[in-house]
């Protein structure tokens, strides 16, 4: 059902075609449990290729945590306008983590797409499964913690998560860190593991560096 109506965004995802005839870079896709250093390996990279990417900023009905802004880290709605707009299919996806709902919307990767960049999602599990029945055609990378034990640790110590939402968020990374090990091998392009922080984000960097030649190809085109 989404094959259709994403067509036509997926091609534009893919970015401007250069003069040389070679193909646009493709979005990115990053997922991980709660707490494994997404955000934090997101932000790096927009700081240090912020003219390259694009963050697409999802909607969720979860409180924001202090520090974050409405339009920049998520879109903060109430569950009820947030299921209107997925009726109205206004979503490419969405699924519920945790007690709420999250989703990318079209307008917030058409969005990174008017301004050239290169798209860049974090997403759950169920996200990228969804992802994948759409045209998108992104890179998946999985960044992992090294263990549960230092997950849990670096949950607390961002002190955002109750304990009841921190223990929601753990089971959830037990199921994810099984699913993507054993049960659905392939579903990722890369896996990172995320111990040493900067070993994780030169890891990630290498895995873009085909995607960021083609956006400096792209610009200069
Ligand atoms: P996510 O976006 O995946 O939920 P965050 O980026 O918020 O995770 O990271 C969770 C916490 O762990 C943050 O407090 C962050 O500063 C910290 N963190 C991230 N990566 C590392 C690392 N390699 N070593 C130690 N702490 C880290
Ligand atoms: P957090 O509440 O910690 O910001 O995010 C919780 C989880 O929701 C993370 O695993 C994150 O990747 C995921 N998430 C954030 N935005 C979206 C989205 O738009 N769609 C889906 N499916 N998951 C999302």
Redesign the pocket.
């Known amino acids: 059902m989404l094959r259709r109506p994403l067509a036509g965004l997926a091609a534009a995802a893919l970015g401007r075609v250069p003069s040389d005839g070679m193909p646009g870079p493709r979005p990115v896709v ?7 250093g ?2 934090t390996l997101l932000k790096r990279l927009l700081q240090e290729h912020g003219s390259i990417f694009g963050f ?1 900023v ?3 009905t ?1 409180d924001p ?1 202090p520090g ?1 802004e409405n339009g920049k ?2 879109y903060f709605v109430t569950r009820e306008v947030m299921q209107q707009d997925i009726a109205a299919g206004d ?1 490419i ?3 519920e ?2 007690g ?1 709902l ?4 079209k307008a ?1 990767v058409r969005a990174v797409q008017a301004m050239n960049r290169i798209c860049v ?8 499964r ?2 994948k029945k759409t045209d998108l055609r992104p890179i998946y990378i999985f960044v992992q913690p090294p263990s549960l034990d230092v997950l849990e640790q670096r949950l607390r110590q961002r002190n ?1 998560e109750t304990e009841e939402s921190l223990a929601k ?1 753990l089971a ?1 990374a037990r199921v ?1 860190m099984e699913s993507c090990e054993c049960k659905e091998q392939g579903l990722f392009d890369l896996i990172i593991i995320n111990d040493d922080l900067d070993k994780a984000y030169q890891a990630l960097e290498e895995a873009l560096s085909e995607e960021i030649k083609k956006a400096q190809r792209t610009s200069h085109s």
């Not at 990053?30 to 494994?36: E, I």
């Not at 999602?121 to 996200?127: A, E, I, K, M």
Request: aromatic fraction near 10%.
């Open positions: 990053l997922s991980g449990p709660s707490g494994a997404k955000s697409s999802s909607h969720t979860r945590r974050e880290d998520y979503f996806e969405h699924a983590f945790s709420n999250y989703g990318t919307s917030a999602l974090d997403v759950d599990l169920q996200g990228v969804n992802i955002t968020r959830a994810d």
